[in-house]
């Protein structure tokens, strides 16, 4: 027989026997119920368990979500990952997990479309699910915006990692936290400086992580948009999906016309989140990915509006 050829003559046992070969076995007798009111529920038990817990829940859930935007495309569907959890006190043994997966099923059923307002509901709606206090729920996306080149006005697809992060306590009320991370090009100010007829570019990561405040309106400002334009304005150049050779030209001639450090960056961005009204306290962070060395080049900083009503 030729060697290429498939020997289909082995014998093999029956499937059933296959599997008690790698071993497995007869179901045995059930004597515990099967319905969930005869069911002990231990996560339910009232005793002294010690410490209370600061929380308690599941992470890195991934789900369709809905994304409303003030930037084309004005609503995308995207993969969210969520986290979420709740505080258990000491005389509460544990949370049912199920809880959380349940109501986000839910939303999603009704079209969950993330945003501020829907996410405080929903925060509100699970601690009392949860029969607890409070709650939080977390969820970083990919959030896409179109971009056109400068001089063809052709069009590709860009995107940013965003982060919603809503706290929510029944005596509080809620804390809203959001975070963008844009990418920008950069050229070295030193670079250009030192250098007869060139300067070296790279690719930058600004992430904003910014407190809202209390009485922000998501139907008047994007915060997704803003904290995007914070960064792409007050880079040395933007990214672009489609360049042609004359988009190309103006892009990096805009690069080497407005040269960066990532202590510029931070600088300038800061300076925007300052203005923005509906900012309560921010940190910017820039990472450049340095195309002459093998390390990245970080700066940061954080800024507090709040210590200045003190």
Known sequence: MNKTELNHNKSLPSKEERHKLFGSVKPGPRTKP???KGMADLQNSKKDFLFDIDMVGISNVKHPIRIPSQLTPEIQTTIGTFSFGSSIAQGSKGTNMSRFTEQLDQYHNEGFAVDI???KEFTKELAGRLKQN??????TFPWFFERKG???DLTGMNYAD????VEYHKETGHDITVSLTGKITTLCPCSKEISEYSAHNQRGNVTMTI???DDFNEQEVDWKAALLEAAESNASA???PV???PDEKMVTEQAYENPRFVEDIVRLVAADLYEYDFVESFTVMCRNEESIHLHDAVASLSYDKKQERE
């Open 34 to 36: 099967i319905d969930k």
């Open 117 to 119: 307002a829907t996410m």
């Open 134 to 139: 409070d709650s939080e729920v977390e969820v």
């Open 150 to 152: 400068p001089y063809s």
């Open 162 to 165: 965003a982060t919603i992060r």
């Open 211 to 213: 407190k809202l405040t």
């Open 238 to 240: 933007r990214i672009h």
């Open 243 to 245: 360049l042609k050779r």
